[in-house]
């Protein structure tokens, strides 16, 4: 009788563990997957999934904050730096088959690396702030009312330059675009002084310290001559 007992004892204490887990797992599904459910494995799946959505709209709200951070001297800074660096792009690309000096190709391949970037976001930035773009030109005659800009070549500079060859092309180029970056570093210097976007306030700096340089490297290049 004792052996019986002790057995129906065990059984009936198994039936009772295994009807507490049933029950427990229903509660979690219920918790889960019902309407009002509250669970903490519901909050870790909405966790889970809000966290790209969170990184999506913060990257999306960057251009619109950065369109807000800004005023009308960053529009004219972005709207005239454009075609100032395409007309340097357009100077540089000349002197790959045209200069003699090493140093100067060097100079110019160095001039395209760091201004076509910079068109790029400054392009960029005028669509952010709702503005439009200047036009990209084949020459710097196409920028209309830009040829009076500080530190734009005229068209005659530019025809000069494109028939200069060898070590009056070095020459033409190094003098001319002197007085190209030195109108750049001037625009830039305005940018700094009345912007309002911090962006564009930084790259104003970066022009600044990069033509510099280079402005010390042409004429130590022009005075080697």
Request: charge should be negative.
């Amino acid at each position: 009788m004792t052996t019986r007992t002790l057995t129906r004892r065990a059984a009936l204490a198994t039936a009772a563990v295994t009807s507490a887990l049933v029950l427990a797992a229903c509660g979690g599904n219920s918790d889960d997957n019902g309407d009002g459910g509250t669970g903490h494995t519901g909050h870790g799946a909405s966790a889970a999934t809000a966290t790209p959505s969170a990184s999506a709209s913060a990257a999306t709200a960057t251009p619109s904050a950065s369109a807000g951070a800004h005023n009308a001297q960053d529009v004219a800074f972005a709207k005239g730096m454009i075609p100032h660096h395409q007309q340097a792009l357009e100077m540089a690309e000349l002197a790959a088959d045209r200069a003699s000096s090493a140093k100067v190709k060097d100079l110019a391949a160095r001039i395209e690396k760091a201004q076509d970037p910079e068109i790029r976001t400054l392009t960029g930035w005028l669509k952010a702030w709702g503005e439009q773009p200047p036009a990209a030109g084949t020459d710097h005659s196409g920028h209309s009312g830009m040829s009076g800009m500080s530190g734009m070549m005229s068209e005659d500079d530019m025809a000069a330059l494109k028939r200069a060859t060898g070590k009056d092309f070095d020459t033409r180029f190094l003098s001319l675009m002197v007085e190209h970056h030195q109108g750049a570093v001037e625009m830039a210097a305005t940018e700094k002084q009345r912007g309002r976007s911090a962006d564009a306030k930084a790259m104003a700096d970066a022009i600044i310290t990069a033509q510099d340089a280079e402005i010390k490297e042409m004429k130590q290049l022009l005075g080697a001559k």
